[in-house]
């Protein structure tokens, strides 16, 4: 943090490895249709696979967080991006449903040591600028996920559940930069000390008001994640029941989903920054609901361009919503990043597991007529406080 070079070089090593992380994650869920026919699943299945991996991640991330707010681990990270491997190589070999849900657990425990962490490291090498240091990071996750189904679609679907095993090349790529971000982490302990001891805590709030918000900020990510697991799970199968798209069109259409909530995660930072982070919570989750409730009701093109329109919007607000929440608990940074990027995994696993449950007993079609309200909730950012007043 001494100069902006090195601030830079590490915002940018953090979010490659988000992009590496994201990426096999992203596989999962891109390699559905496969297993689907492979190992025989029904939607409740596959939504159970989803829970899995998601729970797994949720209910650790808070913990890790904790964890290392009290005992810093610079090297955590490298060896969460190992586990991640590990489950990647039982993943592509996996000749059982048990097995798969055994390497979902396994990616998901990659992912509950590294999101915590790196967005630590993230705010450490912020300069100040926590919206822009997020959205760097996070955009490198956004990426990795939007091409996890392209790839799927040139190298998994022609090659099969094993050339997933390719894909471990890409953690221990992560492995080796991680490693070097460690040796950063390490040398500024002793800072990152200092500006903890010195954060106020609850922003001058009581603690019934930051109580309250947070209450807000998990409705909000619960109405985000629980519309984004519509997508990741069972988007395919949407466009594919609905309009009669092969496996892999579908997984084109899904990446750019996926693409466009990629470019709306950087935009959704710096603009927090500088408008404050309340207004675009407020924009990001009610704006896109037009747009989900038009959705269920057009053809094939016209959801393309929609969904592109939903991902920009709604990605753009959980970069504010994270730095919004790591200002209502000061010094806490570790347990409220791991709080949320775990609400963020366990909102949509238990999104993809009741969705699918739903889609089992009506039809996929019937999932997207429910998940268009869910936008609605987005109301719930008015009774949050103006953070960004007094120093506006």
Not at 3 to 21: D, G, Q, V, W
Not at 125 to 146: K, P, W
Not at 151 to 160: D, N, R, S, Y
Not at 339 to 354: T, Y
């Amino acid at each position: 943090m001494s100069t902006e070079k090195t601030t830079f070089r590490i915002l940018l090593a953090i979010s490659f490895c988000h992009m590496l992380n994201d990426l096999n994650q992203s596989l999962i869920t891109a390699v559905y249709p496969i297993l689907k026919e492979t190992f025989h699943l029904d939607f409740s299945h596959i939504g159970l696979i989803t829970l899995t991996f998601q729970a797994t991640a949720s209910l650790l991330q808070p913990v890790v967080g904790t964890l290392t707010d009290r005992s810093p681990k610079p090297f955590s990270l490298a060896m969460g991006m190992g586990c991640t491997l590990m489950g990647l190589l039982l993943w592509s070999f996996a000749p059982t449903y048990s097995l798969l849900l055994l390497a979902a657990a396994m990616i998901g425990m990659g992912s509950a040591v590294f999101h915590p962490e790196s967005a630590r490291v993230a705010r450490m090498a912020s300069g100040g600028r926590h919206g822009l240091a997020q959205s760097i990071f996070q955009v490198g996750g956004n990426a990795g996920t939007a091409m996890g189904p392209l790839l799927a679609a040139f190298v998994v679907v022609p090659g099969g559940q094993r050339s997933v095993a390719w894909f471990s090349l890409a953690a221990m790529t992560g492995i080796v930069v991680l490693s070097r971000v460690g040796v950063w982490y390490k040398a500024h302990l002793a800072e990152r000390a200092k500006k903890a001891s010195s954060a106020k805590p609850g922003n001058g709030l009581p603690p019934g008001r930051v109580a309250m918000s947070i209450a807000i900020l998990v409705a909000l990510v619960f109405s985000k994640y629980f519309y984004i697991a519509s997508i990741s799970s069972y988007y395919t199968f949407y466009l594919i029941g609905k309009f009669g798209v092969g496996v892999r069109d579908a997984q084109l259409y899904l990446f750019l989903f996926l693409g466009a909530a990629s470019v709306g995660t950087f935009f959704g930072g710096p603009v927090g920054d500088r408008i404050g982070r309340r207004y675009v919570i407020w924009g990001s989750i009610l704006g896109v609901l037009p747009f989900t409730l038009l959705l269920p009701h057009v053809g094939l093109k016209m959801t393309a361009v929609l969904t592109m329109i939903i991902g920009l919007i709604l990605s753009s607000a959980f970069s504010s919503i994270l730095v919004y929440a790591q200002e209502l608990l000061p010094g806490r940074i570790g347990m409220v990043s791991g709080l949320f990027f775990g609400l963020a995994f366990g909102m949509g696993g238990i999104g993809a597991a009741v969705l699918g449950r739903l889609a089992d007993a009506t039809s996929v079609f019937f999932v997207y007529d429910v998940c268009a309200f869910l936008p609605a909730i987005g109301l719930l950012t008015a009774f949050l406080p103006d953070l960004d007043k007094d120093r506006r």
